[in-house]
T-cell receptor, first 109, second 115 residues
Framework: DAKTTQPPSMDCAEGRAANLPCNHS???????VYWYRQIHSQGPQYIIH???NNETNEMASLIITEDRKSSTLILPHATLRDTAVYYC??????????FGGGTRLMVKP | DAGVTQSPTHLIKTRGQQVTLRCSPK?????VSWYQQALGQGPQFIFQ???????QRGNFPDRFSGHQFPNYSSELNVNALLLGDSALYLC??????????????FGPGTRLTVL
C-alpha cells in the first residue's frame, strides 16, 4: 500500500472550513483514498473515501487531484466536536488499513 | 442496528499470562480485522479474518492468533503477554463480499494493561 504524508497538526476556527491535506505520490491506479478520524479514546470513525472523482457526503468533501498524488479533506463548517486526529490512508479495496501519524486538528472557539 | 461491539472494555493482566478479546461485527458484515494501538500512535494492523480463515496478517509474532466463528464474530488471543502488549485493541468489520471499496467500521476497543 502507498504511504501518505500529512501535517502533524492544524488549527481551525469554529464555523470555518477545515482543509486537511494529504500527499500520496506513490498511489497506484486501483488504490482508494480513505479518511478516518479518531476522537480521543474512541475507535476510528470512517469519514469518506474516493478513487478518482471528488466525493461529498454528510460529513465532509474529498478533493482528489487529477494525478491522484494528493487529496484534501474538507470539513465545511468545523465544530468543537470535530477536534480529533484525522488519518489519510491509501489502500486496495478490502485490504488492511495502514495508519500513519495523522493530523491532529484542533477546532478553537 | 448495533455497530461493532467488543468485550471486555478494560483488562489487566500480568506478564506471561494469556488473554482473549472478543468482537461482534456490525450486522451484515462478514469480515473482521484487528488492530493494536499503542499510546500516542496510530493503529497497527494485526490480521484480518474472512470466511473463518486468516486472510491477511501484519507484522506481529505468532503469540498473536485469532479465530472467526460461523456467525462472523471473532476472537483475538495473545499468549505469553509482554509489557509492550499494553495497548488499545481495536476490532473493525466490513463486508468483503459485497462492497467494492470496503470501508471498515471500528468498535470502541479493549484497553489491555500488562503489569
Amino acid at each position: 500500500d502507498a504511504k501518505t504524508t500529512q501535517p502533524p497538526s492544524m488549527d481551525c476556527a469554529e464555523g470555518r472550513a477545515a482543509n486537511l491535506p494529504c500527499n500520496h505520490s506513490t498511489i497506484s491506479g486501483n488504490e482508494y483514498v480513505y479518511w478516518y478520524r479518531q476522537i480521543h479514546s474512541q475507535g476510528p470513525q470512517y469519514i469518506i473515501h474516493g478513487l478518482k472523482n471528488n466525493e461529498t457526503n454528510e460529513m465532509a468533501s474529498l478533493i482528489i487531484t487529477e494525478d491522484r498524488k494528493s487529496s484534501t479533506l474538507i470539513l465545511p463548517h468545523a465544530t468543537l466536536r470535530d477536534t480529533a486526529v484525522y488519518y489519510c490512508i491509501v489502500s486496495l479495496a478490502g485490504n488492511m488499513l495502514t495508519f500513519g501519524g495523522g493530523t491532529r486538528l484542533m477546532v478553537k472557539p | 442496528d448495533a455497530g461493532v461491539t467488543q468485550s471486555p472494555t478494560h483488562l489487566i493482566k500480568t506478564r506471561g499470562q494469556q488473554v482473549t478479546l472478543r468482537c461482534s461485527p456490525k450486522s451484515g458484515h462478514d469480515t473482521v480485522s484487528w488492530y493494536q494501538q499503542a499510546l500516542g500512535q496510530g493503529p497497527q494492523f494485526i490480521f484480518q479474518y474472512y470466511e473463518e480463515e486468516e486472510r491477511q496478517r501484519g507484522n506481529f509474532p505468532d503469540r498473536f492468533s485469532g479465530h472467526q466463528f460461523p456467525n462472523y464474530s471473532s476472537e483475538l488471543n495473545v499468549n505469553a503477554l509482554l509489557l509492550g502488549d499494553s495497548a488499545l485493541y481495536l476490532c473493525a468489520s466490513s463486508n468483503l463480499g459485497l462492497s467494492s471499496y470496503n470501508e471498515q467500521f471500528f468498535g470502541p476497543g479493549t484497553r489491555l494493561t500488562v503489569l
